[in-house]
């Protein structure tokens, strides 16, 4: 066990308390539990958001995709990052005139019945813990090859220290380090980036050229077809990308922590800077892996090539930079799931407890309070699914999180804001069918049956031929919020659409600075 390792992981996780430690005395009422008073700046938002998508998903499991299995690795980035072009002209600005605390505030406001908002809180919760495993297997990949804990603990251990930021506090602290996080990730990859461009010269066609030869699958690395035989495969992967963010819940609340509307626009641009910047670097340093470590040793160190990184980090760095890289990994972690955690006990506390039980009476501090228990409840319940996923690879895990969303939550939020006819079954319809259309399919994929033994979580024959479901489950969610509203009686409420087309467009004015 390297003791600079220990050193740097102590000093993430101090640094990291000590910031829950001042947000927790202004985390006072709901609003600052919640979207931290709406106070954040543009930069300091589109930092945060970055930081909730950078997540170990992105630097670890992209990073050890591209190295595995070369061009194909790349499905996994660009339709990501296009989606926040769609987040940028669809939903920022909408959610943010109309939303208070969660999504389901939102779809609220047109559709004003405790059973649209029961749905939408139990989806944000679903795909928000699908999103967590993902992270969850990452800290336990970690964790292993760092401290030499076992798998189990580790997962534990990061359960307990996301806790501490939610109990205390809030959005506020959750918000904090993800931006001190985003820099330390951006700085460091940076740094790594750099290195490995001095090792191949600074000559990016050079590159190109090495890595036809590199690897035990010579030109076929450049080249689709390694991971994805089917071309519809790759198209359903981007398709559940590139619509997915739209709907994932804990990027959405994001846009509720700032004064207005027009700086959560500016918020989706700083972030596609940073997410960008970040995308383009994590390409190379998978080359990087596969020519100067091996596909051999990474996927020895770990089946999904989760730990490509840290490896390349040591043998281009040394054990500073080894422990340094694998430091910021446990920092991305944390924050991430910190952050979903809080979607999640948002969603509970205020949707199903204050707004369905107590019809919007409970007090602040029964608020806070459900708020932490459902923390808990959440918490637990992802540490025991992502308990048997060890060997799946975090970035296919967080993909799933994303098609969830898109099939789910999308198709709702579009037609909330721009169909006029859209009604309240047609809400609830689309978001089960979505939901629970994409989690069947998944169940009758490769990923979970396969004949060869090891390679899936069951042995037998797929029923469904694709690793990833958009291509159909994302036209099956909105097909059944259509299906649901044509075929739902008069009585169906369309609710206020008139209004809530005026107000998600217009741009509120608050007293809150903003200088970007």
Do not use: C
Request: net charge positive; hydrophobic share 55%; glycine share 8%.
């Amino acid at each position: 066990m390297d003791p600079q390792v220990i050193v740097l992981f102590s000093l993430i996780v101090a640094g990291t308390l000590l910031i829950t430690y001042v947000a927790a005395k202004r985390s006072k009422n709901p609003d600052h539990f919640y979207t931290a008073n709406g106070e954040l700046t543009g930069w300091q938002n589109g930092l945060a958001i970055a930081g909730d998508f950078m997540s170990a998903a992105s630097f670890l499991g992209l990073i050890g995709a591209v190295s595995i299995v070369g061009y194909d690795g790349f499905f996994l980035i660009y339709g990501a990052l296009v989606s926040y072009l769609v987040v940028l002209f669809l939903v920022a600005e909408p959610l943010r005139n109309l939303g208070k605390y969660t999504l389901a505030d939102m779809i609220s406001e047109r559709f004003q019945l405790k059973k649209v908002r029961a749905v939408t809180a139990f989806n944000t919760i679903a795909i928000s813990i699908i999103y967590m495993i993902a992270q969850l297997v990452a800290a336990g990949a970690l964790f292993k090859i760092l401290l030499d804990i076992h798998y189990v603990a580790s997962v534990f251990i990061v359960g307990t220290l996301m806790l501490i930021f939610v109990f205390f506090g809030g959005m506020r602290a959750t918000s904090w380090v993800q931006i001190i996080k985003a820099i330390l990730l951006l700085g460091g990859t940076l740094l790594l980036f750099l290195m490995v461009m001095a090792k191949f010269d600074f000559n990016i066609l050079a590159i190109f050229e090495q890595m036809k030869t590199a690897t035990p699958l010579k030109e076929a690395y450049l080249e689709p077809g390694v991971k994805y035989t089917s071309g519809l495969d790759p198209f359903s992967l981007t398709l559940g990308l590139v619509l997915g963010t739209a709907g994932l819940p804990h990027i959405l609340i994001r846009f509720l922590t700032v004064p207005n509307a027009k700086t959560a626009r500016k918020s989706a641009v700083y972030s596609i800077w940073f997410i960008g910047l970040f995308y383009v670097m994590v390409v190379f340093l998978g080359f990087a892996a596969a020519r100067f470590v091996g596909i051999e040793q990474i996927v020895a160190a770990n089946p999904a090539g989760n730990m490509a990184a840290p490896i390349l980090a040591k043998m281009l760095g040394g054990n500073f930079l080894f422990a340094f890289i694998s430091a910021v990994s446990f920092a991305t972690i944390l924050a991430v799931v910190a952050g979903i955690v809080l979607t999640s006990a948002t969603a509970f506390s205020h949707d199903f407890y204050n707004e369905i039980i107590k019809s919007g009476k409970a007090s602040d501090r029964e608020q806070i309070r459900m708020a932490r228990f459902a923390s808990v409840g959440v918490t637990l319940l992802s540490v025991v699914l992502a308990l048997f996923l060890q060997n799946e690879n975090v970035a296919f895990l967080s993909s799933l999180a994303f098609t969830l969303a898109a099939s789910s939550n999308l198709p709702v939020i579009v037609f909330t804001l721009y169909w006029k006819r859209f009604n309240t079954t047609g809400a609830i319809s689309g978001m089960l069918v979505g939901l629970f259309g994409t989690i069947l399919l998944v169940a009758l994929s490769p990923n979970v049956w396969s004949p060869v033994p090891g390679e899936a979580i069951l042995v037998g024959t797929p029923i469904f031929p694709l690793t990833s479901p958009g291509i159909v489950s994302i036209p099956l969610g909105f097909l059944g919020a259509y299906v649901g509203t044509i075929l739902s009686n008069r009585t169906s409420m369309t609710g206020n659409f008139e209004e809530i087309l005026v107000r998600s467009n217009i741009r509120y004015r608050t007293n809150s600075p903003d200088n970007n």
